[in-house]
């Protein structure tokens, strides 16, 4: 499984839960990360990497707390890895509009957008202004 992919250690218990004890489960998983092959944090750096082109902190915030990350970790991969939050919000903006909202009620469509993808409404509120400049 770890050749393929880097996983969380809470990730990797549940898809090897049912294949062995806790107790083996939790030795291997502690070999595992003392040899080096699984590593939260490498899980977390890769995530954010690959999906902060497309999502905000807050999605993939949530998306590494459910996947088993500590927070401490978490913080430590948005900060390195996630770049401008404007800018990718007005990267993902252009790619699905391109065009600035023409009333109130295509601004409230696009900000839903962004806001789903996980981007902090102040930042919304710039991106859309600027559009409408």
């Known amino acids: 499984m770890l050749a393929r992919r880097e996983h969380s250690r809470a990730e990797l218990a549940r898809k090897l839960a ?3 004890t806790p107790e083996d489960l939790q030795a ?3 070999h595992l990360e003392r040899s080096g092959l699984l590593s939260d944090a490498r899980f977390a ?3 954010v990497s690959s999906r902060a082109p497309r999502f905000g902190s807050a999605k993939l915030r949530h998306a590494l707390r459910a996947r088993g990350v500590a927070d401490e970790i978490i913080a430590a ?3 390195a890895g996630a770049g401008s939050e404007t800018a990718r919000a007005r990267e993902v903006w252009r ?3 391109g065009a600035p909202p023409t009333d ?3 601004y409230a469509r696009q900000a839903r957008f962004l806001q789903s993808r996980g981007f902090a409404v102040d930042i919304i509120r710039k991106v859309l202004k600027e559009q409408e400049e």
Do not use: I, P, Q
């Open 18 to 20: 049912d294949d062995a």
């Open 45 to 47: 750096e890769s995530f």
């Open 104 to 106: 109130r009620s295509d």
């Open 95 to 97: 790619r699905k509009y």
């Open 77 to 79: 991969a948005l900060s």
């Open 28 to 30: 291997v998983l502690d």
